[in-house]
């Protein structure tokens, strides 16, 4: 079975505190941090982050989109976030990010966007928990999956071997099944999930 991560970006804003209590079931909480630069959109910030830190154990797998992340990896780490994943295309020096992330004691990981290819990851990918594959242009929820990114799953893994490979975008019941036969170990669900009329079930129907 994959682990599931429930993006927080799909939630109910008004009680994130009722929200969050409703997928305890899940793997990991993914949670977007946007710059309103790096992409067209604002979300949240780290006080946010820390006041669902005090409400739930679950793993926080906190996804920098910001054009220059490096400042703030340990205002995030203490805020409560247990992994780090920052986009391949900021601005800021890969390898200068993962020394940070492990530094702060957070799990490093790197994003891609859906047209960037596998060769843009140095090196220094050997030095990474995982890796989020974006099948969705970057920065809004709710959106259709694009498939053509899950080949880079394959490419991926040849490459570093041990390596998690999360999804981010348009998973859903109908796709998940694209992703798992693809060899994701990670799929992170939005609108699927909290907005299911029974979030729990439709989890475990993701993992399977």
């Known amino acids: ?37 790096f992409v067209p959109n604002l979300s949240i910030g780290p006080a946010v982050v820390a006041a669902l830190r005090k409400k739930t154990e679950l793993v926080f797998d906190v996804h920098l989109m910001l054009e220059r992340p490096l400042p703030y990896i340990k205002i995030f780490r203490e805020a409560g976030a247990d992994i780090i994943t920052f986009h391949v295309e900021c601005q800021d020096p890969p390898e200068a990010l993962i020394e940070a992330i492990r530094a702060s004691g957070a799990k490093p ?29 970057p920065g809004f929820g709710g959106q259709k999956m694009i498939p053509e990114p899950l080949e880079k ?26 992703c798992k036969a693809a ?26």
């Open 109 to 137: 990981g790197v994003a891609l966007g859906p047209k960037t290819p596998v060769s843009a990851i140095g090196s220094w990918g050997a030095e990474l928990a995982q890796a989020t594959i974006m099948t969705v242009e």
């Open 1 to 37: 079975m994959v682990a599931i991560a429930p993006s927080l970006l799909a939630a109910d804003f008004s009680d994130l505190g009722r929200e969050v209590a409703k997928i305890e079931e899940a793997d990991m909480l993914h949670v977007d941090i946007m710059d309103g630069h």
């Open 153 to 178: 799953i394959f490419q991926l893994k040849a490459r570093f071997p041990g390596i998690l490979v999360e999804i981010d975008g348009g998973v859903n019941l109908e796709t998940a099944p694209l």
């Open 183 to 208: 060899g994701a170990d990670i799929l992170v669900a939005g609108t699927s999930v909290f907005r299911a009329e029974d979030p729990r079930l439709e989890m475990r129907c993701l993992a399977l």
